[in-house]
């Protein structure tokens, strides 16, 4: 495939860490070397970022329990002197005892209440006016249910991850084109350019939101796979240094060593949903409008995945 910017193919790197959602919630396991575990801590210890405690869980989760926890997920283009939006909107909730793991995407557009704000917008843009916590917030009510931790990811700096895996492979199911790059469909290798170009395209596929939603899906679940199917852990510092510049989360280092533990056989299997809704223009806006029904069966689905 490869776009239209010849590139060399860079050398594949061998690694045990698998991300969280984007190499860092599985961490390889084994022991490490006291260079890699000091390395590796040191990393974690850049990327702490809000705290968040949800209400709407009455105990602790308990790691060595394995019980089922959510994550949310937040892409966020961040530019000079602008916040930013939180372009993609993922719920991941992890269930060991199920062995699995469900991606529910929801669409930046959606229009619903932005907790802390009083007043209803696009859900991504509860972001911009408060951040993480609003966010969190937001998805938690409209889910109903615990947000239990988060990640929030510079997608600039995504590219940056996909690089430091050794790029990653992906099935396209149909012909794109973007920006001067070409994405033949079939089983396509990216770097983390590509990656990055492919999973923005929107306007060239006629899924829209929906079909840029699927490919950030495949990337992410990508380079989960790509680290969770390789033996060993090398070339550590570039890993390290491209997820403490680019990723923000609330997970203690010890949580996710714990994590990595207890919670490895939720990536036995890996499913992706998305909340769908009808493009509808209220007040001279364009939004995504979702049916009370749908609401009700995604969140169904997810408080049964949470055991909720």
């Known amino acids: 495939m490869r776009s239209e910017h010849k590139k060399k193919k860079k050398k594949r790197k061998t690694f045990k860490i698998i991300g969280f959602t984007l190499l860092i919630l599985f961490i390889g396991g084994g022991a490490y070397a006291a260079s890699v575990y000091q390395s590796l801590a040191g990393a974690i210890h850049t990327m702490q970022g809000a705290s968040h405690k949800t209400d709407k869980r009455v105990d602790d989760i308990k790691f060595k329990s394995q019980d089922p926890f959510s994550l949310l997920i937040l892409g966020v283009d961040e530019r000079k002197n602008d916040k930013g939006r939180s372009d993609t909107m993922i719920v991941m909730t992890i269930n060991p005892k199920q062995e699995s793991i469900e991606l529910l995407s929801l669409p930046r557009d959606t229009r619903t209440e932005i907790i802390g704000k009083g007043t209803n917008d696009k859900m991504n843009h509860a972001y911009a006016y408060g951040g993480v916590n609003m966010s969190i917030n937001t998805v938690e009510a409209y889910l109903d249910i615990p ?59 006629p899924r829209g939101d929906y079909g ?84 009700l069966e995604a969140q169904n689905r997810v408080k049964t995945h949470l055991g909720l």
């Open 147 to 205: 947000i239990d931790y988060y990640v929030k990811m510079n997608m600039e700096g995504f590219q940056d991850i996909v690089n430091a895996v050794g790029g990653v492979t992906v099935d396209n199911d149909m012909d794109l084109a973007y920006k001067g790059y070409s994405f033949k469909k079939g089983t396509i290798d990216l770097d983390g350019k590509e990656a990055l170009i492919y999973s923005r395209i929107r306007k060239e596929d």
């Open 212 to 295: 840029r939603q699927m490919r950030q899906r495949q990337v992410i679940q990508a380079v989960m796979k790509k680290g969770s199917s390789l033996s060993t852990l090398t070339n550590y510092d570039d890993i390290f240094e491209a997820l403490g510049k680019n990723v923000e989360t609330n997970l203690s280092f010890n949580e996710m060593l714990s994590i990595q533990k207890n919670y490895k056989s939720s990536l036995k299997k890996i499913e992706q949903y998305t909340l769908e809704g009808d493009n509808q223009k209220v007040d001279g806006v364009w939004y995504n409008i979702v049916s009370e029904e749908t609401k």
